[in-house]
């Protein structure tokens, strides 16, 4: 007979056996089969992925245990310890994050209501803190054997995802399927990042469309990386296989505060602020009609190779993206030359909008370089909306309190000119290039109109690019600080950027503005 000490040692280890052996069911996911079917797609597992993202050995697991209480559909003989979704926090380039990675080898990664309760719970967790939150998603969507509790649970993310916004910053990334109503977690964060060949997103799948539009088409088409880099701007980045795309979540968070009243990262620079880069003197065609691009200028006064851009392939008139000056990060809009001459157009006033809200919600500097002819004309852009989606833009950049710095690198025309972060929207750093040309249109479409019962209208028109077509009519008026030195951007911008990091300004008490969507 067992003496009581030893009884409770025994009971002891037969408790500690039984707590290890559910959390190797856990570890072990939906089981080794399953395990080997997604490796066998091109996919990490969900535990693979968060080992990558995160630094090594620093990941702190929640609710390893936790199983779905659902009976109907004989899902009590289906439960899986973590029921498909493994959550809990970490640390990135040595700052903390809260993550969820959804595991498709369990259930197919399907949304239960307790799979919601986890991810809601280190949302809550990571607004406590102030912290980032970042969601893996490789998911088939709603269990539907939970019915209505499952749609419940996606409720009650796109309600934190809504609170969390502005607050700490929100990047998703789509590793697998997102379909229905679980795309609306990623369009509801601030960036989302996707996998190429093997994730898709859609509201309705390719077989619903079939049947209601009679339209045959492939996920990828519909939902693909591709599809949603170029024609919709829903997906900010996509990357060859899982592990480039957790590399990119790594750097992309390097730009980033913790959260709202954190301060920019800084980062140690080699890069001179006093570089000067003769070659920017004549990166500005002398023809006014002949591109250049504005990558390349952005490239040379950034510090080197810090320029991360987003949504590249879409509306790609307008470059939007972080880097870096002197080590601080910073958000950069430039109209693209080698695009529409750089004309601003729907998609284009949309992203760049989105971009600057972002920045200004989190405290990051704005340097806008402006090479704009005016708005897109038009029937498709008239019918479509310009003037409301326009307006967007226009509203971001006169709304933004954040320290904005601006250089005019040729043509600032018209509605344009105004719009792009200029004097009159408080700017705080407004600067030309000698190639800069600030006028209501460009000398062509001026004289025609003004001088169009001249008998010599060519020489009218150089007569009113003599007087307007140069940055010197809007320095004397005060609507730029300066003409600059190409050469001496980098120098400048890095002297104002330390100049207002002390910048204090606040817009009138309101509940929110009312902002054209």
Request: proline share 5%.
């Amino acid at each position: 007979m067992l003496t009581r000490p030893k009884r409770c040692l025994f009971q002891c280890q037969r408790l500690y056996s039984a707590i290890h052996q559910k959390r190797q069911q856990a570890l072990l996911g939906g089981g080794q089969a399953k395990l080997d079917a997604q490796h066998a797609k091109g996919k990490l597992s969900a535990r693979e992925r968060l080992a990558l993202l995160l630094d090594p050995d620093t990941f702190r697991e929640y609710d390893a245990f936790v199983e779905h209480q659902c009976h109907d559909f004989d899902m009590q003989d289906q439960r899986f310890a973590g029921d498909g979704v493994v959550t809990g926090h970490g640390k990135i380039h040595g700052r903390t994050v809260f993550v969820y990675s959804q595991d498709f080898t369990v259930l197919g990664g399907s949304l239960s209501k307790t799979h919601a309760q986890k991810i809601v719970k280190i949302m809550q967790q990571a607004m406590a803190v102030r912290a980032p939150v970042i969601g893996l998603n490789d998911s088939g969507g709603a269990r539907i054997q939970e019915g209505v509790d499952s749609l419940a649970g996606y409720a009650d993310i796109f309600q934190n995802n809504v609170m969390a916004s502005g607050v700490i910053p929100q990047l998703s990334v789509i590793m697998g399927p997102c379909a229905g109503g679980a795309v609306y977690s990623p369009a509801l964060t601030d960036f989302t990042l996707m996998v190429r060949d093997t994730s898709y997103m859609f509201v309705t799948g390719p077989d619903v469309v079939k049947q209601v539009t009679n339209e045959s088409v492939t996920q990828e088409q519909l939902g693909g990386a591709q599809t949603h880099t170029t024609l919709s701007g829903v997906v900010h980045r996509a990357y060859t296989n899982d592990m480039e795309a957790l590399q990119g979540v790594r750097e992309l968070l390097s730009y980033l505060p913790a959260h709202n009243r954190d301060t920019t990262p800084v980062l140690p620079c080699d890069d001179p602020l006093d570089r000067e880069d003769p070659a920017l003197d004549t990166m500005v065609p002398q023809d006014a009609s002949v591109a250049y691009d504005m990558k390349e200028v952005v490239d040379r006064i950034m510090d080197r190779h810090s320029f991360y851009e987003l949504a590249a392939a879409y509306a790609p008139n307008i470059l939007v993206g972080f880097g870096r000056l002197s080590g601080q990060s910073v958000g950069i809009v430039a109209n693209q030359p080698l695009i529409s001459s750089g004309a601003l157009d729907i998609q284009a006033s949309v992203k760049a909008a989105r971009f600057i809200r972002f920045c200004d919600a989190f405290g990051i500097p704005l340097v806008s370089f402006v090479d704009v002819p005016g708005f897109m004309p038009g029937t498709v852009q008239e019918h479509g909306g310009i003037i409301r989606h326009g307006a967007k833009l226009l509203y971001a950049y006169a709304e933004a309190t954040v320290p904005k710095l601006t250089v005019i690198t040729r043509k600032a025309y018209g509605g344009a000119y105004i719009v792009m972060s200029s004097k009159h929207l408080r700017g705080d750093y407004n600067v030309a290039w000698p190639s800069a040309e600030i006028a209501v249109m460009g000398s062509s479409g001026a004289a025609g109109i003004i001088f169009r019962n001249h008998p010599d209208k060519k020489a009218m028109e150089k007569e009113y690019r003599d007087k307007f077509a140069t940055p010197l009519v809007a320095a004397s008026r005060g609507y730029l600080d300066d003409i600059i030195e190409p050469r001496s951007t980098r120098r400048a911008l890095i002297e104002q950027l330390e100049l207002l990091k002390t910048k204090s300004l606040s817009n009138p008490w309101k509940k929110h503005g009312s902002i054209p969507l």
